[in-house]
């Protein structure tokens, strides 16, 4: 029961095989709050022969509960290992003891003193205070069982590379009466001499014991025998722990001590270091345990920051890209308060790995902020540029702009990179040096990008603008001009496109020097703006030629159509088809050959090489006066030029024309000739029917037929004759048949009809048949019928005779027909005179 009861308060820090209890340590330094301490503690450690009552002397001390052995059960070992407990019973500042495993213990043997060594280099490795518990009887004997456990001491000492100072508190266990003045000099007497014979390295021969130990002495009374005395004895003791580690307090020499938080890995390194039976190096293993657990609070402070709500909602607003003010100065205050958290908790520890460990510690800090900065920085670099965009759009589209365009940007420009020297000093964390000339630069390389490529769209747009206004300026004259093809419509043609792209250029100059353009980027701008202008001409030009056979059709039926009052021509037989068409022809290649390639350089290139090799496919003059001039001329000519016609048949079958650019070049001489024969076919028809309408117009001047055919009618038709002679009948009835198809031919206007040509008067004439013949038919019944009411009418109104009666249907007949031929004349617009028309009705009585 007392074991469990001790179980709960102690912790057995090194069990009897050596093991370190790594975790149950943590817990107990948890528990007492050591790291609160800071370098405002002490450890105790005692250690003398077994059953010499350590533990018993520790518990009524330090108030602790350490398991004491059972007298009743026989003297055995009690302590194994190492055990920690804390001072209890007001013992200030916080102190933390050790009760060793007793030394020279049968459980052991007596050659088995590795352990024994290892726990004593332990002690004096971790304790402030070293109390060595001996008997009284043995002060003064050689063979004492305090020697052995001495010289253990003084053998491990030599082990440690730079040892500290530790006091040495001998308790003098069950003292007689002989006073403890008499016994401190013979124990001391005897610690000196065992410090003499123990082996000792070469530096350390003459060092006195002094430089390693401050030794005290006390006595305490037996136990068994005067309790009372004993307790009243161990509480004066226990006022000599009051405030050890102050300076002149018991606990001696702090240099090597660790703080509260490094307690747990000190310790336990320098168990691992003395069980690897290795020297151990105290300032080297101070340095170590400053800079292993500065290293841990430092990480811990790193986890902290991750895990710290106010640094986790500032990192979500820079991701979200939510505007954070103050973002330096707010990041700033949190990672102040992480660094005075990291020099509190190890402000105990080594300065220069503090301190390292502290820079450290802030470099991890700014690596975990340094993304989010670095997004705010590109939130704001994206934001400038964007108001930069917006501030240069709005100044460019200003129908006030006063500025040019250059002086725009750089105005923006500055205020851009000003805006964002501001952001930038508004989230610079003030313990880092970041340089953001970079990400300055980067802004200004997408400014300027963002400039020139706005300029360039800009440039674009004016120079479209000019364009437009060489598309109107050039293209509709130069399309007229060539729709003319007069002989000087290239002249005129150049001509104008010189000036139009001169006060293009003109303006273009003015308009662009906003733009503050160099000399090297207005060059090619003019030669472009003048490169266009000749490219609406050469498009307008390929359009005309493109449709050069409805051109050249046109010229022709113009020519060949209408007289030079340029009024339709009627055809006639004094008119000569022959001369015309050769007219019209030429006039036709005229308009081929302007229309055959560009010719817009002003001299040194004319057509005449394109007209005269064309009028070739036109052929000589067909009549005798012309040809016989042409053969003179020709052999006058013949030594200056051979043969004109071979040399234009030469030019004709070649693929390009002399003296003119392949790209100049609309129509090849082949193309040309092939043209010229299609020109040829599909005119033939309107020839022939010039031809047609002029033999149809000679015909129609004479009405009467030939000789021969009168003859042969007289001939052929005597029986007829002497037959109507016979029956007076026939005569009456064949000469209302006369007037009915007079009356028939006057309505359809036969001759009219006949003056457009054969075919297309039957077409017409029998359109208008039927109708005509359906009036007249009606006319008659309408007649008939008033007739016949007159003659029930009375008889007194019939004084004449029969002859008279059938004259005065003749009559009335030729004033139907006449009436007829008016309405008609009237629906066509016509105004016709003739004996029928001008006939009056004339009334028999």
């Known amino acids: 029961m007392a074991a469990a009861a001790a179980a709960k308060t102690t912790l057995q820090l090194i069990d009897g095989s050596g093991t370190f209890n790594e975790k149950g340590l943590e817990a107990f330094v948890r528990e007492v709050r050591l790291a609160e301490c800071g370098l405002s503690y002490a450890v105790v450690a005692i250690m003398g022969p077994q059953s010499s009552g350590k533990s018993t002397l520790m518990n009524h001390l330090f108030k602790t509960r350490f398991v004491e052995m059972d007298a009743f059960k026989g003297r055995s070992q009690t302590t194994q290992g190492v055990w920690l407990a804390r001072a209890e019973g007001g013992v200030d500042p916080c102190t933390l003891v050790m009760d060793l495993e007793g030394t020279d213990g049968r459980e052991r043997g007596e050659d088995d003193t590795a352990f024994e060594k290892q726990s004593s280099l332990f002690a004096l490795a971790v304790s402030d205070i070293v109390l060595i518990n001996m008997w009284c009887h043995d002060i003064g004997r050689e063979q004492a069982a305090n020697k ?24 003098i266990r069950d003292k007689t009466r002989t006073p403890l003045e008499t016994l401190e000099p013979i124990l001391r ?19 006195p014991l002094s430089e390693f130990f401050n030794v005290q002495v006390t006595a305490l009374a037996n136990f068994e025998e005067k309790e009372e005395q004993f307790k009243e004895q161990v509480a004066e003791l226990r006022t000599r722990f009051m405030n050890s580690v102050a300076p002149g307090g018991l606990a001696g020499d702090r240099r090597a001590v660790v703080p509260g938080t490094g307690f747990p890995f000190s310790t336990q390194q320098i168990w691992k270091v003395i069980k690897e039976n290795k020297d151990l190096d105290l300032p080297a293993h101070k340095v170590m345990v400053a800079t292993v657990r500065c290293e841990e609070i430092a990480h811990e402070k790193i986890m902290a920051l991750g895990l710290n709500p106010e640094w986790q909602q500032l990192e979500q607003r820079v991701r979200d890209d939510v505007p954070v003010p103050h973002f330096g100065s707010a990041v700033s205050s949190i990672l102040e308060r992480f660094l005075l958290e990291y020099d509190a908790e190890a402000a105990y520890f080594e300065e220069g790995v503090r301190m390292v460990k502290r820079s450290f510690l802030m470099s991890k800090l700014l690596d975990h902020v340094q993304p989010s900065y670095q997004t705010v920085l590109g939130h704001h670099r994206v934001k400038t540029l964007s108001v930069f965009k917006q501030k240069l759009n709005s100044a460019t589209d200003s129908s006030s702009q006063e500025l040019g365009f250059a002086i725009l940007v750089r105005q923006c420009s500055e205020a851009a990179m000003v805006d964002f020297d501001a952001c930038c000093a ?17 802004l200004r390389r997408d400014i300027d990008a963002y400039s020139r490529s706005m300029r360039a769209e800009k440039i674009l747009q004016l120079t479209k603008t000019f364009e437009k206004k060489l598309d109107v300026a050039i293209g509709d004259p130069a399309a007229s001009l060539l729709d003319a093809a007069s002989p000087d419509t290239w002249p005129a043609v150049t001509k104008l496109l010189e000036h139009e792209v001169a006060v293009a250029t003109s303006g273009f100059k003015h308009a662009i020097e906003g733009f503050e353009p160099t000399t090297e980027e207005l060059s090619p701008m003019l030669v472009e703006i003048f490169t266009y202008g000749r490219g609406i001409v050469e498009k307008k030009a390929r359009e005309e030629a493109g449709q050069v056979i409805i051109r050249m059709k046109d010229r022709f039926t113009s020519v060949f159509g209408h007289e030079a009052d340029n009024m339709p021509r009627v055809w006639g037989e004094e008119h000569d088809v022959r001369a015309i068409t050769r007219d019209a022809r030429v006039a036709a290649v005229k308009l081929l050959a302007v229309l055959a390639a560009v010719r817009l350089k002003p001299k040194g290139i004319s057509s005449d090489v394109i007209e005269t090799s064309l009028l070739t496919l036109v052929g000589e003059p067909q009549d005798s006066l012309q040809r016989t001039l042409s053969r003179k001329l020709s052999v006058n000519s013949t030594a200056s030029n051979p043969n004109p016609a071979s040399a234009g048949s030469q030019v004709l079958a070649a693929s390009t024309w002399p003296g003119i650019s392949p790209s100049d070049i609309l129509l090849t001489p082949v193309q040309c000739k092939t043209i010229w024969r299609q020109f040829q076919n599909e005119t033939e028809y309107t020839i022939s029917q010039a031809l047609a309408a002029q033999d149809a117009a000679k015909r129609g001047k004479s009405w009467m037929p030939p000789p021969w055919a009168i003859c042969a009618m007289v001939v052929l038709g005597f029986n007829e004759f002497m037959a109507l002679l016979r029956n007076p009948l026939y005569i009456a009835i064949l000469f209302v048949l006369y007037l009915f198809l007079k009356a028939v031919w006057v309505q359809l206007d036969i001759k009219r009809e006949f003056d457009h040509g054969f075919l297309p008067g039957i077409l017409s004439i029998s359109s208008k048949l039927l109708p005509t013949l359906m009036n007249l038919l009606k006319k008659l019944a309408d007649e008939g019928q008033r007739i016949g ?31 007829s031929v008016s309405e008609s004349s009237f629906e066509n617009g016509d105004h016709m005179t003739g004996n029928l028309r001008q006939r009056q009705p004339t009334k028999y009585s």
Do not use: C
């Open 148 to 171: 052995p456990l001495l010289k253990t001491v003084f053998q491990v000492m030599m082990r440690l590379f730079t040892p500290r100072k530790t006091t040495l508190l001998f308790v």
């Open 189 to 207: 007497e005897d610690i000196q001499k065992i410090w003499d014979v123990v082996p000792k390295p070469e530096k350390y021969q003459h060092t």
């Open 426 to 442: 508004d989230a610079q964390i003030m313990e880092a040096d970041w340089d953001t000339s970079k990400l300055k630069e980067k």
């Open 789 to 819: 009411v007159d003659a029930g009418a009375g008889s007194n109104q019939t004084n004449g005779t029969n002859t008279n009666g059938v004259l005065h249907r003749d009559i009335q007949l030729n004033d139907m027909a006449a009436d």
